[in-house]
């Protein structure tokens, strides 16, 4: 195999973008850190399909917000995952209850969801020429899912570059933030507009409730998801 190609001067990037209050936020991080960006997302059959509304809500949304960067932003790009979402049954993707398994898993787990969404990400990203991958894996505040782990996107990342012949890189811009941090990175790159375009267009409920307003967002309340996204409200204005 030829030498892995090292020296990249990335200026542009795709971001693995599901509409939820964490990928708005990578979407953001990108649009001020590299002149061509792109979007994709992945319908696997997930319960809360609402998200997938919610990407286009928010993609325009953040031209609005974040006009300076504007003319950065390029397409957008669904890839059906569909028959992956059956063999990966989940709580995400099924009518079952979100309860912890036998490993201690909540059974929101979708198995090797992000390695699935990461693979096609780079085929995609190859094809299309943007250098970097930008996903909103975070090992801080999440739900105990062992392929939001950095190790696991460390090792994916030396797959991918042996896979494709050339180096592949993941950024994870959340990965070591809590949910407060989060919210507070959103502030530091958008201000008030930003924050309130996640509050009001993304989607991050399980459930997906778009029915009940909260201070953070809409969402059931009660769901893994919501009390994470409450919780790192709350304490960001608090602090």
């Known amino acids: 195999m030829s030498a892995i190609q090292t020296d990249i001067a990335a200026t542009s990037a795709l971001v693995l973008f599901s509409g939820g209050q964490d990928s708005a936020t990578c ?5 001020e850190r590299y002149e061509r960006v792109e979007t994709v997302g992945f319908d696997y059959g997930q319960r809360h399909a609402v ?18 960067w504007a003319d950065r932003l390029g397409p957008d790009h669904v890839v059906d995952l569909t028959g992956y979402g059956r063999i990966a049954e989940s709580a995400l993707t099924a009518d079952r209850e979100i309860e912890m398994d036998a490993r201690g898993l909540p059974t929101t787990f979708v198995p090797g969801r992000n390695l699935v969404f990461l693979t096609c990400a780079a085929a995609l990203a190859d094809r299309r020429g943007l250098d970097v991958l930008v996903g909103g894996m975070c ?14 996107i460390d090792a994916m990342a030396t797959a991918l570059s042996l896979g494709l ?21 959103a502030d530091r790159i958008g201000g008030a507009g930003l924050v309130e375009l996640i509050v009001e267009a993304s989607h991050t409920c399980y459930l997906g409730d778009r029915e009940h307003r909260h201070a953070w967002g809409y969402g059931c309340g009660t769901c893994p998801a919501c009390e994470l996204r409450a919780a790192g409200y709350e304490q960001w204005v608090a602090a």
């Open 27 to 31: 979407l953001a991080w990108a649009l």
């Open 139 to 152: 090992e801080t505040d999440f739900s105990g899912y062992p392929d939001c782990r950095r190790d696991t």
């Open 165 to 185: 012949d050339k180096r592949v890189v993941i950024e994870t811009p959340l990965m070591a933030l809590t949910k407060a941090e989060t919210w507070e990175l």
């Open 51 to 68: 998200e997938m509304q919610a990407r286009l809500a928010v993609r325009e949304g953040m031209a609005q917000v974040l006009p300076q």
